[in-house]
Nanobody
Framework: QVMLVESGGGLVQAGGSLRLSCAAA????????MGWYRQAPGKQRELVAS???????NYADSMKGRFTISRDNAKKTVYLQMNSLKPEDTAVYYC??????????????WGRGTLVTVSS
């Protein structure tokens, strides 16, 4: 079994910062892409940022320059540093990973999500 556990969400004022963490656990051989998605009330889930095991990153346009994704492969953990937060960043943030299991099979895994609320 493989699971992702997010932490770091909460309430912050506009202009503030938060750092999200997501740790993978279970029968994992390696992890390819790890990413963060978010879903605001009444909206579809959207990509925030992703990072490969080699460190290549990809960001949604609205997050470029404000959010930074990073990962620690040894800890099987991905981070999202969010600065200059805006009320429209309010959403549930989900961690996602493309995991290679000990059986060498691939599995896409989602975390349960962590709520980020930005007050104006």
């Amino acid at each position: 079994q493989v699971m992702l556990v997010e932490s770091g969400g909460g309430l912050v004022q506009a202009g503030g910062s938060l750092r999200l963490s997501c740790a993978a656990a279970g029968s994992i051989l390696s992890i390819n892409v790890m990413g963060w998605y978010r879903q605001a009330p009444g909206k579809q889930r959207e990509l925030v940022a992703s990072i490969t095991d080699g460190g290549s990153t990809n960001y949604a346009d609205s997050m470029k320059g404000r959010f930074t994704i990073s990962r620690d492969n040894a800890k099987k953990t991905v981070y999202l540093q969010m600065n200059s937060l805006k009320p429209e960043d309010t959403a549930v943030y989900y961690c996602n990973a493309d995991v290679v299991r000990l059986t060498h099979s691939h599995l896409e895994v989602w975390g349960r999500g962590t709520l980020v609320t930005v007050s104006s």
